[in-house]
């Protein structure tokens, strides 16, 4: 069964979702996207199902179909600042002030969202899977955030961020072993593991 086109019908509803929470380096990105009542697309789905041949494709068409979209990002020292969680809720608070379109009801990927002005929300866990707008969104989220990434693995390529995007692959941490970590690192989170194995020695 395809995925609904939104959580409710009534009103002007944002899909939003965010990508990159979990590495160690970059950007957390949030996107925030309202669709037009009639969009369907065959393969739109959670960002994570999709290869990178299908997100390059689907990214133009949303951004072209969309009634309005917005993206959002928070730095690593944001994140350092105020915690990932409730930076990725700003990243999503960035993404919606992008909107040419007002929201009048938003619905969130997760169980968890900071009120947004005063706008009713929805929380729907694997909203990506479930509602093209919040799967539009963290197409979105995807694809700007490794775009961000790619581009920053020109400047520092010892960590290939090209590959791994920042996240906590065996060999970024490796890198950050040996070359120690870097400006766009996540100081707050643990870089290197705890107990350091004979990789870490």
């Known amino acids: 069964m395809g995925l609904r086109h939104s959580f409710q019908k009534k009103l002007v ?3 939003c979702d ?7 380096a970059g950007p ?25 041949k299908q ?10 179909e969309a009634l309005a979209f917005g993206v959002g ?20 608070h960035k993404a919606l002030d992008q909107l040419q379109v007002r929201p009048e009801f938003i619905t969130m990927d ?9 706008l009713p929300f929805e929380c729907v866990v694997k909203g990506d899977g479930k509602y093209l707008n919040i799967a539009a969104a963290s197409v979105l989220a995807k694809t700007y955030r490794d775009e961000y990434m790619e581009q920053l693995h020109q400047k520092y390529p010892i960590y ?17 072993k040996a ?23």
């Open 110 to 118: 997760g169980n968890k969202f900071q009120p947004y002005q005063q």
């Open 73 to 92: 990002f928070v730095s690593p020292k944001k994140i350092d600042e105020i915690n990932i969680l409730r930076a990725s809720f700003l990243a999503i």
């Open 55 to 64: 997100l390059q494709e689907l990214r133009p068409i949303i951004e072209q």
């Open 160 to 176: 290939n961020w090209e590959k791994n995007k920042g996240y906590p692959t065996l060999e970024h941490r490796q890198c950050i």
């Open 28 to 52: 957390v990105v949030g996107a925030a996207v309202i669709l037009p009542p009639n969009f369907s697309h065959p393969f739109l789905t959670d960002s994570k199902q999709l290869n990178h």
């Open 13 to 15: 509803e944002a899909g």
């Open 18 to 24: 965010e990508a990159g929470r979990g590495p160690l």
């Open 179 to 201: 070359h120690g970590p870097c400006k766009h690192h996540r100081k707050s989170f643990q870089l290197l593991p705890a107990k350091q194995g004979v990789l870490f020695e």
